[in-house]
Every structure is written in structure tokens, then in C-alpha cells.
């Protein structure tokens, strides 16, 4: 089969052929449908040796979807033909964490070597995708593959950062998404679907603030130093209740530690390789900080539930699998708008 792999570090992916593999016990294999890119994927490639951590070689995509091909001895749970998508951040399955499926927090995956397709796992970027159980798979049914795959890190990710502070953002509050790309376009129109919180954009491209106006935002600003006073103005000086930084650099924390209101909180969802130093006299009082991490299963089907009412609707561009080395340089350079996913 094909598979696009990240081959040596500092190397672009490239298509290989490699044998299909075959499910082992428990396993269920997929003809994939459709496979997202993320900007994850391009920050484990731009990792040095020393603290690149995946496997190589790696075949890329944590975003998956797929029909299901063939069944492993004793997997149950799903039928070949069923649509579906795969919950990527695997768990032991047992522990506190995964019994209360938020695998995403599991306590032994680390231990155990157990790693999400695409990060460690062979990923989805391939005509087969082995996954390691069904209860890793969500059933899509009537919805659209290509729609719907980036769901599963792009609208995952945001939902579990904005379910984390639903009391924060309520009518009359502001909340600021910084970032409008992948996950920040879907994230808006998660604040919109399920709270009544103003919602301000911030991006350094003015296409994708045109995107974010286009999916629900109230409010568009650069992001750039007047930021803040933009968000403190537009507030009448009390700052944003809540600020979801998707993209996590320096000048992307300091905006949102200097606009966040009182008791309000940062969430922390881009991997940009800022700090935010907090003490007593940084933040404003009662202000937190948290760095959630992708999602739970259980929030996940709420995610496609949301998609299946209309309320949410993934921007996408669409690449085949020879193309997707090319959209990786797009990611990389910025000039994807919504999510690129790629139909094998
Ligand atoms: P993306 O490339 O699709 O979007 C990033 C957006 O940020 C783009 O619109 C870009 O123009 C904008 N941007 C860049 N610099 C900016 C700045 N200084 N101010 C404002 N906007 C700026 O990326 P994505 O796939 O949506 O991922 C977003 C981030 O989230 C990445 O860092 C990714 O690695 C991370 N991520 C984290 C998790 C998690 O579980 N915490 C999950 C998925 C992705
Ligand atoms: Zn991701
Ligand atoms: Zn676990």
C-alpha cells in the first residue's frame, strides 16, 4: 500500500510503498477515507534528533477516518462496511483516566509505549489504517468523511478546551481565540454553538480573519502588539474571561496574559514554545492557566453531534496522497485556510 512517511529528521514525507499490514488480535483494519494535517505534524518534523521522540520511520496523520476493512481475531463492536473515525489519543483503557474515557489523560500510555497513530503509531496518511481497538472508533454513518475527519483533533481539541471553562463564558463574557487556522476556525464556531460568549479573533493574516469573521466571530484584530488594547477596549477595560491561545509562542502568551480579565482563564492549546510565568503580581487575581490536551471520547461524539445538527462545518481543502507533501509546505508556510486533509 502507499503511505506517506517522515523518513530521516529534517526530511520532507514523502509516498512509499509499504506492505499492508495485517490486524492482529483485537484489531480492526480500515480502508482510510480521509486523513487531516496538523500543525503538530509539522512541529515533529522540525524537532532535532535529540528530542524527536516518534519512531522513524513514521507515517504520518492523527486525524483519521476510514470504512472497515477487516477485523481481528476476537474484534467486535464494529462491522466491515461501517464509516468511521478514529479517537486518536490511545489509553491502557483501564486506568482512572480511561475508565472515565478521557484517554487523552491516560497514566500508562507513557509506560506501556502506547502512542496515537501519526504520533508513534503509523498513522492515517495511507490506504490502510490499523487501529488498536474499536472502542478507538466513533461511527460516522451519514457524515461525510472529508468533512468530518478533522473533527477528530481540530474540533476535538477546542471542544475539550471550551467544555474546561463553560462557567467562564457566559452571556456577557468575551472570549478570544488566538489563531484562526485549523483549529482555531472550528473553535470558534464551537463558542458559538454552545455558549453566548462575544467572540474576539486574533491572527497575523488577514485571510484567516476573514475566515473567522465568515464562521461566527464578533470582533477580528492583527495580532500584534496593540492586541491588548484592542481586547480592553472592546471590553470596557476588564479584559477577556476567557483566552485560547492556538498557537503558544511568546508574543501570543504575553497578549493573552495581558488580556485575560480577573479570575479569568488561558488556555494554553498551541505547542508555539512560549512560557507564561505566573506568580501572585503576572496574572490578574483569580486568573488560571491551563494547557489542556486533544479530548475524551465522550466528547468527541458530542463533536459529530454538533457537526450532524449543522452547528459546526470543518473549512476544508482537499489533497490526494502524492499531493500531500505539498501541503505540508502550505501548513508550514501558512497558507492553508481551515484544515488540509488528504483522500487517499
Ligand atoms: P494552523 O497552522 O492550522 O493554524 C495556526 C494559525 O495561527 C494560523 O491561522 C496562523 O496564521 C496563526 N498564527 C500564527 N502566528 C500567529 C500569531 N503570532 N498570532 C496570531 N495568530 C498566529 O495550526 P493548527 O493545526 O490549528 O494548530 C494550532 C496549534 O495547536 C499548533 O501549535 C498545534 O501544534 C497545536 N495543537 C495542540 C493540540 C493539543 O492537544 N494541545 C492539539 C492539536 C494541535
Ligand atoms: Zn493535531
Ligand atoms: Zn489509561
Not at 506492505?19 to 483485537?26: A, H
Not at 501572585?280 to 492557566?289: D, E, I, R
Given at each position: 500500500?502507499?503511505?506517506l512517511q517522515y523518513r530521516s529528521i529534517g526530511s520532507a514525507p514523502e509516498?512509499?510503498?509499504?506492505?499492508?499490514?495485517?490486524?492482529?488480535?483485537?484489531?480492526?483494519?480500515?480502508?482510510?477515507?480521509?486523513?487531516?494535517l496538523c500543525h503538530s505534524d509539522t512541529f515533529l518534523m522540525g524537532l532535532p534528533a535529540e528530542q524527536y521522540i516518534y519512531g522513524l520511520p513514521l507515517t504520518l496523520g492523527h486525524?483519521?477516518?476510514?470504512?472497515?476493512?477487516?477485523?481481528?481475531?476476537?474484534?467486535?463492536?464494529?462491522?466491515?462496511?461501517?464509516?468511521?473515525?478514529?479517537?486518536?489519543?490511545?489509553?491502557?483503557?483501564?486506568?482512572?483516566?480511561?475508565?472515565?474515557?478521557?484517554?487523552?489523560?491516560?497514566?500508562?500510555?507513557g509506560?506501556?509505549g502506547?502512542a496515537p497513530?501519526g504520533l508513534g503509531a503509523?498513522g492515517?496518511m495511507?490506504?490502510?489504517?490499523?487501529?488498536?481497538?474499536?472502542?478507538?472508533?466513533?461511527?460516522?454513518?451519514?457524515?461525510?468523511?472529508?468533512?468530518?475527519?478533522?473533527?477528530?483533533?481540530?474540533?476535538?481539541?477546542?471542544?475539550?478546551?471550551?467544555?474546561?471553562?463553560?462557567?467562564?463564558?457566559?452571556?456577557?463574557?468575551?472570549?478570544?481565540?488566538?489563531?484562526?487556522?485549523?483549529?482555531?476556525?472550528?473553535?470558534?464556531?464551537?463558542?458559538?454553538?454552545?455558549?453566548?460568549?462575544?467572540?474576539?479573533?486574533?491572527?497575523?493574516?488577514?485571510?484567516?480573519?476573514?475566515?473567522?469573521?465568515?464562521?461566527?466571530?464578533?470582533?477580528?484584530?492583527?495580532?500584534?502588539?496593540?492586541?491588548?488594547?484592542?481586547?480592553?477596549?472592546?471590553?470596557?477595560?476588564?479584559?477577556?474571561?476567557?483566552?485560547?491561545?492556538?498557537v503558544g509562542t511568546q508574543p501570543?502568551l504575553?497578549?493573552?496574559?495581558?488580556?485575560?480579565?480577573?479570575?479569568?482563564?488561558?488556555?494554553i492549546?498551541g505547542i508555539g514554545g512560549g512560557v507564561?510565568?505566573?506568580?501572585?503580581?503576572?496574572?490578574?487575581?483569580?486568573?488560571?492557566?491551563?494547557a489542556?490536551y486533544?479530548?475524551?471520547?465522550?466528547?468527541?461524539?458530542?463533536?459529530?453531534?454538533?457537526?450532524?445538527?449543522?452547528?459546526?462545518?470543518?473549512?476544508?481543502?482537499?489533497?490526494?496522497?502524492?499531493?500531500?507533501p505539498?501541503?505540508y509546505e502550505?501548513l508550514h508556510a501558512g497558507?492553508?485556510?481551515?484544515?488540509?486533509?488528504?483522500?487517499?
Open positions: 500500500m502507499r503511505a509516498v512509499v510503498e509499504i506492505p499492508t499490514p495485517e490486524p492482529g488480535p483485537g484489531q480492526v483494519r480500515l480502508k482510510v477515507t480521509a486523513a487531516g486525524e483519521g477516518a476510514g470504512i472497515v476493512d477487516k477485523l481481528g481475531d476476537g474484534a467486535t463492536g464494529v462491522a466491515v462496511g461501517d464509516s468511521v473515525a478514529v479517537y486518536g489519543p490511545w489509553g491502557c483503557g483501564h486506568c482512572h483516566a480511561c475508565s472515565e474515557g478521557r484517554e487523552n489523560y491516560c497514566t500508562n500510555a509506560a506501556l502506547i497513530p503509523p492515517a495511507a490506504d490502510y489504517l490499523i487501529v488498536d481497538d474499536s472502542r478507538h472508533l466513533i461511527p460516522l454513518d451519514d457524515l461525510d468523511p472529508v468533512d468530518t475527519v478533522s473533527l477528530t483533533d481540530a474540533g476535538l481539541t477546542p471542544y475539550h478546551a471550551i467544555v474546561s471553562c463553560l462557567d467562564r463564558l457566559y452571556p456577557g463574557s468575551t472570549a478570544v481565540v488566538i489563531g484562526a487556522g485549523g483549529l482555531g476556525h472550528v473553535a470558534i464556531q464551537i463558542l458559538r454553538a454552545i455558549t453566548s460568549a462575544r467572540i474576539v479573533a486574533l491572527d497575523i493574516d488577514e485571510d484567516k480573519l476573514a475566515l473567522a469573521r465568515e464562521v461566527g466571530a464578533d470582533l477580528t484584530f492583527p495580532s500584534n502588539t496593540d492586541a491588548v488594547a484592542a481586547i480592553r477596549n472592546a471590553t470596557g477595560g476588564v479584559g477577556a474571561q476567557v483566552v485560547f491561545d492556538f501570543t504575553d497578549i493573552a496574559q495581558q488580556s485575560v480579565a480577573m479570575d479569568g482563564k488561558i488556555q492549546v507564561l510565568p505566573t506568580g501572585f503580581f503576572s496574572t490578574p487575581f483569580g486568573a488560571s492557566v491551563q489542556p486533544w479530548g475524551s471520547r465522550s466528547e468527541l461524539i458530542e463533536v459529530f453531534d454538533l457537526a450532524r445538527r449543522g452547528f459546526v462545518k470543518v473549512h476544508v481543502e482537499r489533497f490526494t496522497l502524492e499531493e500531500a505539498h501541503a502550505r497558507t492553508i485556510s481551515g484544515r488540509a486533509v488528504v483522500v487517499p
